[in-house]
């Protein structure tokens, strides 16, 4: 069934691959001061080129692809202005994709359904109307314009995040809380292989500011697997239904190559075309291109395109968690341990 699914969404990816209108709109401005001046931003990078591509040309990239992965940094609305840019540029060529939101849990599908069911629905209204302030992420109000986007031609729109209550029994059990069948079906039976572990591992270690032992950070590691792997299952299950392929709006995290999301696309879906671009806040004094595409273990890079971006202003993470530590009274876990 994925064998069937996949050649039609090749199929009807190379139907409109040639469709890009032949002016398309320029993406929209920066609202952020952080390095604004910096000159990569605004760029765009192809990685496997090496080279930097026109906006209208990552644009015919993502419509040719079945899969498109936009991933973000949550609190900063440069991209999330990008991802409805591209958003956008997909259903402009005829394209119906669903847009897939890792910020929306499964069991709020109801809600958004019931939403857009309603006689006038407006972006505006959707972030209350499915609870977003609930949820914790950053103000809707900087998601509006992908919700705009999707809503003005009638997308799909998905929560592809798995429930916090699957989340919490993985966290706890393990992936045997699944069940065989869940772990085939979402191809969690897949290892990711020794280096992807070991780089996942890593990569949650850096983000808990090495403050965590690594045995300490497993059960995160297997909840990451569960989501990444959700998130392709929303994607698929939304095309099975109709969809004309799948745009994820996700971390960034979620659309590695090499760890993510689109591991499990390829398992479960090898013949259908995807796209991973990643929005990048530029760093203060590096120019190279290449510098942002390559991991620090020199490893295969994770996304097709970089398209820079300022940086936003926000708190040292690192303080912050080292604050809480002190709050709660705990001792701060050593890194050695």
């Known amino acids: 069934m994925i064998r069937s699914l996949a050649a039609a969404l090749v199929a009807g990816a190379c139907l409109v691959a040639g469709a890009v209108r032949a002016e398309e709109p320029a993406p929209p401005s920066f609202t952020l001061a952080g390095e604004a001046g910096h000159p990569l931003v605004g760029r765009i990078w192809s990685v496997a080129d090496k080279s930097f591509i026109t906006p209208k040309e990552v644009s015919r990239a993502a419509v040719a692809a079945s899969f498109v992965l936009l991933g973000e940094i949550h609190d900063n609305p440069d991209h999330h202005a990008l991802q409805a840019f591209v958003l956008s540029a997909v259903t402009a060529s005829g394209r119906k994709p669903a847009a897939v939101l890792e910020m929306l849990p499964g069991d709020r599908q109801a809600r958004i359904d019931d939403y857009l069911a309603e006689k ?6 959707f972030g209350a109307a499915v609870g977003w302030a609930e949820l914790g992420w950053p ?20 929560a592809g995040d798995v429930p916090k209550k699957q989340r919490v029994e993985v966290s706890r059990d393990g992936f045997s809380s699944l069940g065989e069948e869940a772990l085939a079906k979402m191809a969690l039976d897949q290892p990711l292989g020794e280096a992807a572990d070991a780089r996942l591992l890593q990569t949650l270690f850096e983000g808990h500011c090495e403050m965590m032992p690594r045995e300490a950070l497993v059960p995160m590691a ?9 998130l392709a ?3 698929l299950a939304a095309a099975g239904e109709g969809a004309d392929g799948a745009v994820l709006i996700a971390g960034a ?3 590695r190559a090499d760890l993510a999301v689109p591991r499990y696309l390829r398992w479960r879906a090898p013949s259908a075309g995807l796209v991973t671009i990643a929005f990048i806040e530029v760093a203060a004094g590096e120019t190279d291109p290449a510098a942002y595409a390559v991991p620090e273990d020199g490893t295969a890079a994770p996304y097709d395109y970089l398209w820079f971006t300022p940086r ?7 303080k912050e968690l080292s604050a809480r530590f002190d709050k709660l009274g705990k ?7």
Not at 139 to 158: C, G, W
Not at 223 to 230: F, H, T
Not at 312 to 318: I, L, V, W
């Open 331 to 337: 001792k701060k876990p050593k890194a050695a341990e």
């Open 312 to 318: 936003g202003a926000r708190k040292d993470p690192c």
């Open 139 to 158: 103000d809707y109000r900087i998601y509006q314009p992908v919700i705009a986007a999707a809503m003005e031609v009638d997308l799909p729109i998905i």
């Open 253 to 255: 995290g979620h659309v």
């Open 120 to 125: 006038e629905p407006t972006p505006d209204g």
């Open 222 to 230: 297997n909840v990451q697997r569960l989501r990444d792997a959700g």
């Open 233 to 235: 299952n929303a994607m």
